[in-house]
């Protein structure tokens, strides 16, 4: 065999590849099959939103959160509502609050639907992938009811939330929770459960609890390597305290603890508590107004806040410094994607080309939210 | 047809000279080639279109369903739309190679359908070593597979190439020796014997023949399917990993043809399954009118070759994609051993009982149909669980 002379493949994956979800560019290094090594290469999505933030005033920029991640655009509008209301210290009334986790949560299910069907996708089963869209379809009906769009919906504001739950829309809420928890054991029992579903996902790029905490990853990511950490639970925010949910773990039950079956595991569990947590709010919901008063012309005191919310793809910082005049100084958005794209580089070593997409769909990687 | 144009010669339709006589027999030939052609090529369009609306109904959705009535006519708008496209070759390409590679592919799925047994009198060639020869053309494919791979010059496309060649090459093993149990049965490879040597009724299919048989039959079915690069081993063209594999730099017509030749080839392993294990077009003697008799045989070939090309678009909806040291381990480790001892399983059986064991046939056909019924029963039992509306009405 030493007399075959043998080289390295280096093959440009991306930024147009259909499983990178988005534009997202891989050098990868391969002998054969197996990956030396693949070094991701971002920015193709870098459209300085940050910047904007210092250009179009405080009000003008809650819209451009909406791009931060598309995916799930109600984190980063909560986010973004947060940070300014804690500047100027803004009151927001109680069912202001109460909405906010409503739209969220059902965010956060439409976000995780997305990601375990773009799963389905990625392995190459386009049946999960459609089913979890038409369930996802349904939610941002719901949403469009709520806000008017379906993708970057600008629902909330500072002080609050733009609209009301319209007549009659709890009880379509409800009607689709009812809905939903029987499609997922279904989802479950389509591909979840499938023997090569679990073949493909089980043992495959495993993360420790030390590594996911040196690599700075955050939200489901983590939980699956075992760490317990869920910013609505340990640093609570808006009305989280006040609604009784699980924070599920990864428990290595496929193979190795925080593997991508576990990552995997972690997004269709949280789909379940989130529908805990909704069917929660949606009956405590209290009267009232939703949007507290605060003045068009948006003039914090001269300060610097860090606020942080549990989006769907994990513990999300946003660092925004007010100079007192009606434009922030600075905004920073820490977001989960990039921190999980650092980790690509030393996980992919030794893995095969199909686990790379493997490792990026369940790293539930979002090429907008790594770039801004 | 052979025997009918020898039958000719001998009553000296012809006359006595042996020019008349080639040019009637290429003239009959190319007909034929024609009208196979002619069947083959709409059969593996059609079924495009069979496929989407199948699947989409797995995936409820609704599928293709403005061309003609209930979108019928949309494997035409598409062949259509692929001849108008732009033929590119790309200019670091090796243009014979790349130009040769998809005549490569339609060949080695229109060449089998020379010895396709439709009915007993339908059958273009009955060659006496005719499922040999079905094996050999059908595994053409991955020459021009490779070849395209190759010729693209790009590093997505030589992937896809050469996970075609390990894989079929590989899974010819397992389905090269789930056929011989059949030919140890039978004594014969021409496909009419094989067919005449079953009956029509099920307890007389070499499905049922033995345990032996039965194993074989399931391992030839999932070896063609990779044959095929049907999910879950379509790992040549795994669309989420190379993107569109070997056929990445293909546009235009030539890429049509690979993936009609995808579809055709569902049809030729379906038959050769049908013929080997589901006893072909064997029909009961209902009519003394040999044209009828053809026309139901026909038919019965066709409805048994369709439903197992049903099952294999069902699987497609349902799978997702094996990896590739998977699909090897898979093929290596299991296949392989469990075939060979098929074969040396049904070696003693025909020894014991050279002329088959009812009682064991019964017995198969059996379990056949109690794993038939569970089957049934859990897909019933979850199609009745599904809180979604599901379109079972064919022409939405």
């Known amino acids: 065999m030493s007399m075959l002379r043998t080289e390295e493949m280096t093959l440009n994956m991306g930024p147009q590849h259909p499983s990178t979800h988005g534009v997202l560019r891989f050098v990868i290094r391969t002998d054969g099959e197996v990956m030396r090594e693949a070094i991701p290469d971002v920015g193709y999505l870098h459209r300085s939103i940050e910047k904007i933030a210092e250009k179009v005033g405080y009000h003008g920029f809650m819209p451009y959160t909406d791009r931060v991640d598309y995916v799930c655009a109600m984190f980063t509008n909560q986010a973004w509502g947060m940070a300014c209301e804690k500047l100027a210290g803004v009151e927001v009334p109680r069912r202001g609050e109460y909405c906010r986790v409503i739209a969220a949560e059902f965010n956060r299910i439409a976000s995780h639907l997305l990601t375990v069907g773009l799963m389905g996708m990625d392995i190459g089963a386009m049946t999960p992938f459609v089913h979890a869209l038409r369930e996802r379809e349904m939610i941002n009906d719901l949403i469009e009811e709520l806000c008017g769009a379906r993708l970057t919906f600008n629902y909330m504001r500072i002080g609050g939330v733009a609209w009301d739950l319209p007549p009659g829309w709890r009880d379509k809420a409800l009607a689709y929770l009812d809905h939903l928890e029987p499609i997922v054991n279904e989802f479950n029992a389509l591909f979840s459960y499938n023997k090569i579903c679990i073949e493909r996902l089980a043992k495959v790029a495993a993360i420790g609890p030390a590594d996911a905490i040196d690599y700075n990853l955050v939200g489901p990511n983590l939980r699956a390597a075992g760490v317990n950490w869920d910013v609505r639970r340990d640093l609570p925010y808006s009305v989280y305290p006040e609604f009784d949910f699980e924070i599920p773990l990864g428990s290595g039950e496929w193979g190795a603890i925080g593997d991508a079956m576990d990552r995997y595991m972690m997004r269709i569990r949280e789909l379940t508590q989130s529908a805990r947590i909704l069917r929660q709010a949606l009956t405590q919901i209290p009267d009232g107004p939703v949007l507290a008063k605060v003045v068009r012309n948006f003039k914090p005191a001269a300060g610097e806040c860090q606020v942080r919310v549990e989006s769907a793809r994990g513990d999300q910082g946003w660092y925004v410094v007010s100079d007192g005049t009606s434009y922030p100084w600075r905004v920073h958005v820490r977001t989960g994607s990039f921190a999980a794209m650092g980790m690509i580089q030393k996980l992919s070593r030794g893995l095969m080309i199909a686990d790379l997409v493997v490792l990026i769909a369940s790293l539930d990687v979002i090429a907008p939210e790594i770039d801004r | ?396």
């Open chain 2, 1 to 396: 047809m052979e025997a009918w144009l020898n039958r000719l010669m001998m009553r000296g339709v012809f006359g006595a000279h042996p020019i008349p006589v080639l040019v009637y027999a290429s003239g009959i030939a190319i007909a034929c080639a024609l009208v196979l052609f002619a069947i083959a090529l709409p059969f593996a369009s059609i079924v495009t279109w069979v496929e989407r609306r199948v699947w989409a109904r797995i995936q409820s959705r609704i599928g293709p369903n403005r061309v003609g009535p209930n979108g019928f006519l949309q494997w035409l708008a598409d062949g259509l739309k692929h001849i108008c496209k732009e033929d590119i070759i790309p200019a670091e390409a090796d243009p014979r190679l790349f130009k040769l590679a998809p005549y490569l592919v339609v060949l080695a799925f229109i060449l089998p359908w020379a010895v396709m047994p439709f009915s007993s009198s339908l059958i273009l060639a009955d060659l006496n070593v005719g499922i040999l020869y079905m094996t050999a053309v059908t595994a053409l494919t991955v020459v021009g597979v490779l070849m395209a791979g190759w010729a693209s010059n790009n590093k997505w496309s030589l992937i896809g190439g050469v996970r075609s060649a390990a894989q079929v090459v590989s899974y010819e093993i397992p389905a090269g020796l789930s056929i011989f149990p059949v030919v140890l049965m039978t004594g014969t490879l021409s496909m009419q014997g094989i067919t005449r040597a079953q009956g029509w009724s099920p307890d007389r299919w070499f499905l049922f023949a033995s345990p032996f048989c039965f194993a074989a039959a399931i391992i030839l079915f999932v070896a063609s399917l990779a044959e095929n690069n049907r999910t879950p081993f379509d790992l040549p063209e795994a669309e989420s990993e190379l993107v569109a594999g070997f056929a990445t730099e293909y546009s235009s017509m030539r890429y049509l043809f690979f993936f009609m030749a995808e579809w055709g080839n569902m049809f030729v392993s379906a038959a050769i399954i049908v013929t080997l294990y589901l006893g072909g077009w064997r029909f009961p003697h209902v009519s003394p009118s040999p044209i009828a008799m053809n026309l139901l045989e026909f038919a019965t070939f066709n409805i048994k070759v369709l439903i197992i090309v049903f099952v294999s678009m069902w699987i497609r909806g349902t799978l997702p994609r094996v990896r590739i040291d998977q699909m090897m381990s898979l093929c290596w480790k299991y296949f392989v051993p469990i075939a060979f001892v098929n074969l040396i399983g049904t070696a003693v059986w025909v020894a014991i009982w050279p002329a088959g064991n009812p009682f064991a046939a019964w017995s198969m056909l059996a379990v056949g149909v109690l794993l038939a019924a569970f089957f049934v029963r859990r897909v019933v039992h979850f199609a009745r669980r599904s809180r979604m509306e599901l379109y079972f009405h064919p022409t939405i």
